[in-house]
């Protein structure tokens, strides 16, 4: 297991990320129990009782925690970092405290900013990764949060907040107050890059199809990198339906991070079914605890999440990989497509979930 552990973060260190210039929203009453332990423990240790306007936590693979918050009472930021990563750590965990006042100007200008980051944010922004660190963001109390994950050093406005927020870490750790104000001309800047977004593109008034067609066209057209792939919904599954006899090629096509066989090239029909059959996993497994043998290492929020896909968009048959371009191919991406079609059709969505929809056609996802 060590092993393999070790093959999965190789791999993964030279997948390229997306471009992300909108956070993805946050619903933390949503997921499956040993995440939800994991970030209630979180906010435990690292925001204890601590009434905050916004916040801003930072949670790294296998480093240690972190957040900074502004306590309207006392007129500060507070940051906070935990003396070990949380995930990992069994037993007691010290966490050190740093405070530093700013004034009222500044503590609007960042509310600003992180209301801007977080009413921008959108579902198609989603980035799924495994090892690396998620940026979360709350506003309001709280009460509205979104996040991102890892985004790519390429100036995009994700890249540049966390750069913003980071480096306010660091004033407030070393309490270089007079470094506060040359901060300023870049949160007023991006907050009006993120409150250009507001209103713009908000998922549900686009189109499904043209939403799913539009990400498999970009796949054709440059190809997947093997980089993370996009997790649609699932009221997406019909436009994903409406392509599974797309026969164009997507060469080296975005899979699961986990898996240590990457195809060299897919059909854009396969990779439909393929992704259909992420949602309908990601259903099934939300709210249910990702166990851990003792063989195990242990597992990470990343690892827990990608753990519930499929490995590659690969069909096999008695055993055997069917490689794109081989003579069965055509066949069985037909096949395949008629029995997602009737599982769709079989029931309704609670019904069916769980359901396998190639169970009865000798066919397997890698």
Not at 60 to 76: G, Q
């Amino acid at each position: 297991m060590k092993i393999r552990f070790c093959i999965f973060l190789l791999i993964l260190s030279v997948f390229p990320a997306f471009s992300q210039d909108r956070l993805t929203p946050v619903d933390h009453s949503v997921g499956s129990e040993i995440l939800s332990k994991y970030y209630e423990k979180i906010d435990r240790l690292l925001m204890e009782t601590d009434e905050y306007s916004y916040a801003f936590q930072i949670r790294p693979s296998f480093t240690p925690e972190s957040c900074l918050l502004y306590s309207p009472d006392k007129k500060e930021l507070v940051f906070r970092i935990a003396s070990r990563n949380i995930w990992y750590s069994k037993g007691r965990i010290g966490v050190k405290k740093y405070h530093c006042p700013i004034t009222s100007v500044i503590s609007d200008k960042l509310d600003s900013l992180f209301s801007s980051a977080v009413f921008s944010a959108s579902p198609d922004a989603k980035v799924l990764g495994f090892d690396g660190t998620t940026y979360e963001i709350r506003t309001n109390g709280g009460k509205d949060i979104a996040e991102c994950w890892s985004p790519d050093d390429d100036g995009s406005n994700c890249d540049r907040l966390v750069r913003v927020l980071e480096e306010l870490c660091d004033i407030v750790k070393n309490k270089y107050v007079n470094r506060i104000e040359g901060l300023v001309p870049e949160i007023e800047a991006l907050t009006v890059d993120f409150t250009n977004h507001i209103g713009q593109e908000v998922p549900q008034s686009i189109p499904y199809y043209d939403r799913v067609s539009s990400y498999l066209d970009s796949l054709v057209r440059d190809g997947g990198s093997y980089r993370a792939f996009r997790l649609f919904s699932l009221e997406e599954i019909p436009a994903l339906l409406s392509c599974a006899d797309d026969t164009r090629e997507i060469k080296s096509p975005p899979a699961n991070l986990l898996s240590s066989y990457l195809p060299s090239s897919c059909s854009v029909g396969v990779y439909s079914l393929w992704l259909i059959d992420c949602i309908r996993r990601n259903e099934v497994l939300i709210g249910q605890r990702m166990e851990q043998t003792s063989e195990d290492a242990p597992l990470s929020p990343e690892y827990a999440r990608w753990r519930r896909f499929s490995l590659a968009p690969e069909l096999s048959h008695g055993g055997g990989l069917i490689h794109f371009g081989s003579k069965d191919y055509a066949f069985y991406q037909s096949q395949a497509a008629e029995a997602y079609r009737f599982w769709w059709n079989s029931g309704s969505i609670e019904s069916i979930l769980s359901r396998d929809p190639l169970e009865f056609t000798g066919l397997h996802w890698y």
